[in-house]
């Protein structure tokens, strides 16, 4: 699977939109990108993913560029709920024959919502 | 309400001795999954299920053990051959191993050693 690189930390105040910038420069054509969060002490929770075009969910929206080389999580009003860490990962699906495309978990952004 | 049920949130082991972390999922998925989580450290995979009575070994598999007799739930057992079992242990599921639908997670079992 692709590496992803993330900002090891961001801020964002309450009620403003939440940005969050992923890098997964070497991503192949079967790779999707896939985003989650965990807060501490429970297990990560889906958000959102997509694979060329542009997602959005009751959550959250991603915006993928066109050479998929990155990605954009948008929180559009962030909450003092949503300070957590976000992991931004992308996994192949299906590479052919029985491959199977693991998600592997990086060290993340930590989100930190202030009022 | 779906989702996938981890019991006991916390659990203490003693030297030598065996211990087993239930997950039970009420999803209807195929694929099930164990992850090793340690303090500031991303998610290790131990073992995945594609379907019932088949399981594969992932990136840290040794010292553990698994089972998958129903299509719901995927014990996890961790050994006394585990000389560092002291982590947080996360089950998830998802509709299939090839599929691009996301898999979703318990909210864990944390394990420490008296």
């Known amino acids: 699977d692709a590496k992803t690189t993330q900002p090891p930390s961001m801020d964002c105040a309450e009620g403003r939109a939440a940005n969050l910038p992923c890098n997964h420069s070497?991503?192949?054509?079967?790779?999707?990108v896939y985003w989650y969060r965990q807060i501490h002490s429970q297990g990560p929770q889906y958000i959102i993913h997509?694979?060329?075009n542009n997602e959005t969910n009751e959550m959250a929206s991603l915006i993928i560029t066109e050479d998929r080389k990155s990605s954009t999580l948008i929180l559009p009003h962030a909450t003092l709920r949503d300070t957590a860490v976000y992991y931004c990962?992308?996994?192949?699906?299906?590479?052919?024959?029985?491959?199977?495309?693991?998600?592997?978990f990086g060290q993340g952004t930590i989100l930190t919502v202030h009022p | 309400d779906g989702g996938i049920t981890q019991s006991p949130k916390y659990l203490f082991r003693k030297e030598g001795q065996n211990v087993t972390l239930s997950c039970e999922q009420n999803?209807?998925?195929?694929?099930m999954y164990w992850y090793r989580q340690d303090p500031g450290q991303g998610l290790r995979l131990i073992y995945y299920?594609?379907?019932?009575?088949?399981?594969q070994k992932g990136d840290i598999a040794e010292g553990y053990s698994v089972s998958r007799e129903k299509k719901e739930s995927f014990p996890l057992t961790v050994t006394s051959a585990q000389k560092n079992p002291t982590a947080f242990y996360l089950c998830?599921?998802?509709?299939?191993?090839?599929?691009?639908?996301?898999?979703?997670f318990g909210d864990g079992t944390r394990l420490s050693i008296l």
């Open positions: 998830a599921s998802s509709l299939g191993l090839y599929s691009n639908q996301p898999q979703h």
């Open positions: 070497t991503i192949s054509g079967n790779e999707y």
């Open positions: 997509g694979l060329k």
């Open positions: 990962i992308v996994r192949v699906v299906n590479a052919g024959g029985t491959s199977y495309g693991k998600l592997t």
């Open positions: 999803l209807n998925h195929d694929a």
């Open positions: 299920s594609q379907i019932v009575n088949d399981f």
